[in-house]
């Protein structure tokens, strides 16, 4: 590790040919993707020439995390922004970096005015699901089964790569207050989703257990999303955390 203090550590757009390839690799060490599924160096060269977002973390000289995100356009011709990923090496998961690079391209975006950030994550990563519901303010009102196909990542254990879809509208209530740590008050909730804590972590050891679980959550969400449902938080519990649905207007 370069530094051992977190406030040594800079946030600053990449722009570079040298940062770039400093992204790839990091991708190769946090995820363990094999070539065929890296992001090369021309496409972020790309992203950063149309519009994206690519924002670096930096002890002293060393890249240590990143996060891109690439423009993109609704029916209708609304631009919003695909937070396409964002890493962190693990020495350097318990430094709030995920966080400052979330705030930073929400400030990014919000200077371009851009209301719309979305993202996808896994819903049996609950720490990552409290992070961008709880901490960031996003909601949730799509459900895909395996939408990147079979991952080469270690990480992702051979499983399909089922996913929620994050609706981060930057500039609303929601979103401001959470992301300044003030309390926020939900609409009465309608439903909850429970998932077992520690599931993802049995990828590796009970996968068959791990894709049961998996099949019951796509089900339950599909269903509630039908229903006019939208995920607004989590609540975190032992045994297991609770997906919490709302009425939104």
């Known amino acids: 590790m370069a530094g051992s203090e977190k406030e ?3 946030i600053a757009p990449l722009t570079t040919d040298a940062e770039f390839r400093a992204v790839v690799q990091l991708q190769r060490t946090i995820w363990g993707f094999s070539e065929t599924d890296l992001l090369p160096v021309r496409f972020f060269v790309v992203a950063s020439k149309v519009g994206g977002s690519i924002l670096g973390a930096f002890d002293r000289d060393q890249l240590v995390a990143f996060c891109l995100a690439i423009p993109a356009i609704k029916p209708g011709g609304h631009p919003f922004l ?3 990923m964002l890493g962190v090496l693990a020495e350097y998961r318990d430094f709030g970096l995920g966080r400052r690079l979330k705030l930073r391209q929400r400030e990014d975006a919000l200077e371009a005015g851009i209301p719309l950030i979305e993202w996808t994550f896994d819903p049996l990563e609950l720490k990552n699901a409290y ?3 709880e901490r960031l303010g996003a909601i949730v009102r799509r459900h895909v089964r395996n939408q990147y196909g079979i991952s080469t ?3 992702h254990g051979g499983i ?4 929620l879809t994050a609706e981060w509208w930057v500039g609303s209530e929601r979103a401001t207050k959470l992301c300044a740590k003030e309390p926020f008050e939900n609409p009465p909730i309608a439903e909850r989703i429970p998932v077992p804590t520690g599931i993802a972590a049995l990828r590796s050891t009970d996968p068959a257990r791990v894709r049961a679980v998996q099949e019951e959550l796509a089900d339950r969400f599909q269903s509630a999303f039908r229903r006019g449902l939208t995920v607004v938080g989590l609540s975190r519990g032992d045994e297991h955390s609770d997906y ?3 009425e939104l207007p």
């Open 8 to 10: 040594t550590i800079r």
């Open 153 to 155: 990542s270690h990480l």
């Open 160 to 163: 399909p790569t089922d996913r």
């Open 244 to 246: 919490l649905l709302a």
């Open 82 to 84: 695909h937070s396409n």
């Open 131 to 133: 992070f961008n519901l």
